[in-house]
């Protein structure tokens, strides 16, 4: 809802990519997610639809929900998610313990935790890709901060090397 997809997860056409969505009355919405790169599912094909969301996962959504993705992060999942999302401010004051974060065996995500995530994204500016240039490593993105003109974006650049 936030990026304004309802509509296209409620009509959404096509098959589920994991085995266990494909009758689940999330498959619309998790493939939706799925698409825009907020989730990844498990290495075996399948998503988990009715087991608890632990921290690490609650975590790498909403980092990737604001707009930031693999390329943004120093390290992968679940600490390079972390590090951006203490970063940007998602996960300031939640005195986050090394054992939350397992990737395998993490501490399941309380509502109240989810409801803390949710609250500081509502303070973090939305960062949307524009564009890049391969040549050059240039990417462009705007940020929705409502400090620029009528879009309510500022034009950042990034250059990125191998």
């Known amino acids: 809802r936030i990026k304004g997809l309802e509509d296209t997860a409620k ?7 994991f085995t266990d969505t494909q009758s689940h009355w999330s498959k619309n919405y998790v493939e939706i997610a799925r ?16 087991e608890a969301v632990t921290v690490a996962q609650a975590v790498k959504m909403l980092v990737c929900v ?13 600490f390079g998610y972390t590090k ?11 005195n986050l313990q090394p054992h939350y974060l397992d990737a395998k065996n993490g501490v399941p995500a309380t509502r109240n935790f ?12 939305l960062r ?11 990417v462009d993105y ?15 650049t990034e250059t990125y090397s191998n």
């Open 11 to 17: 009509s959404f056409p096509g098959n589920a990519s």
């Open 142 to 156: 705007a940020i929705l901060d409502g400090t620029g003109d009528t879009e309510y974006t500022t034009l950042r």
């Open 35 to 50: 698409l825009q790169g907020y989730i990844n599912g498990f290495p075996d094909f399948t998503f988990h639809p009715d």
């Open 114 to 125: 989810v409801a803390f995530l949710i609250a500081n994204a509502l303070d973090i500016p």
């Open 66 to 78: 604001l707009g930031y993705d693999d390329s943004t992060l120093k390290g992968s999942f679940p």
């Open 84 to 94: 951006k999302g203490e970063s940007i401010g998602l996960v300031n004051g939640a």
């Open 128 to 138: 949307d890709w524009v564009g890049i240039d391969m040549s050059t490593g240039r």
